[in-house]
T-cell receptor, first 115, second 113 residues
Framework: NAGVMQNPRHLVRRRGQEARLRCSPM?????VYWYRQLPEEGLKFMVY????????ESGMPKERFSAEFPKEGPSILRIQQVVRGDSAAYFC?????????????FGQGTRLTVV | AQSVTQLGSHVSVSEGALVLLRCNYS??????LFWYVQYPNQGLQLLLK??????LVKGINGFEAEFKKSETSFHLTKPSAHMSDAAEYFC???????????FGKGTTLSVSS
């Protein structure tokens, strides 16, 4: 059973471009979470999705950021018109159920660099 | 609101010495608490979690943590450090809705021979 797969592992974008980060959850997992890790900081929650639905987006910046988890295919975190402050590691996690009695498994992250 | 404070951003120990990483939490509801480990350029791996069962929780790689409600603490310990334990460690608490984890800023553990 493959783990949570994120791609690309490294992404370089120029200011103003779009960044698309992909996350394929573990087999059988229908809950996906996105977190952002800035240098010297812990992970900050961004958004929680269940298939085709956004459950909690309280950590998402109001502009330029969006996320989806379609019925088929990976979850996508999209950042439009990137700025230098978007440079960070973005981690995806998945779980089979909601609630913290079940373990959330993390991917290896996508490291975004904005130049 | 839930929050986590990790005391000490860097901890250095000698191989074979006791490891103690400190975590204090704030929660308006009975908390779920977690410790994760992150190796360089890797994702997070769950070490252990507290979900209101036993207050002493045993995890992987010889780590354990004790939930102390009176002290609002969930410190991580390991009796004897190994070189392979060098990594960054994060304490986390679940949010009230159960939809997210709130992480501390992390503690980097260095192990010297």
């Amino acid at each position: 059973n493959a783990g949570v797969m994120q791609n690309p592992r490294h992404l370089v974008r120029r200011r103003g471009q779009e960044a698309r980060l992909r996350c394929s959850p573990m087999k059988g997992h229908s809950h996906v979470y996105w977190y952002r890790q800035l240098p010297e900081e812990g992970l900050k929650f961004m958004v929680y999705l269940q298939k085709e639905n956004i459950i909690d987006e309280s950590g998402m910046p109001k502009e330029r950021f969006s996320a989806e988890f379609p019925k088929e295919g990976p979850s996508i975190l999209r950042i439009q018109q990137v700025v230098r402050g978007d440079s960070a590691a973005y981690f995806c996690a998945s779980s089979p159920d909601r609630g913290w009695n079940t373990e959330a498994f993390f991917g290896q992250g996508t490291r975004l660099t904005v130049v | 609101a839930q929050s986590v404070t990790q005391l000490g951003s860097h901890v250095s120990v000698s191989e074979g010495a006791l490891v103690l990483l400190r975590c204090n939490y704030s929660s308006s509801v009975p908390p779920y608490l977690f410790w994760y480990v992150q190796y360089p350029n890797q994702g997070l791996q769950l070490l252990l979690k507290y979900t209101s069962a036993a207050t002493l929780v045993k995890g992987i790689n010889g780590f354990e943590a004790e939930f102390k409600k009176s002290e609002t603490s969930f410190h991580l310990t390991k009796p004897s450090a190994h070189m392979s334990d060098a990594a960054e460690y994060f304490c986390a608490v679940s949010n009230q809705a159960g939809t997210a984890l709130i992480f501390g800023k992390g503690t980097t553990l260095s192990v010297s021979s």
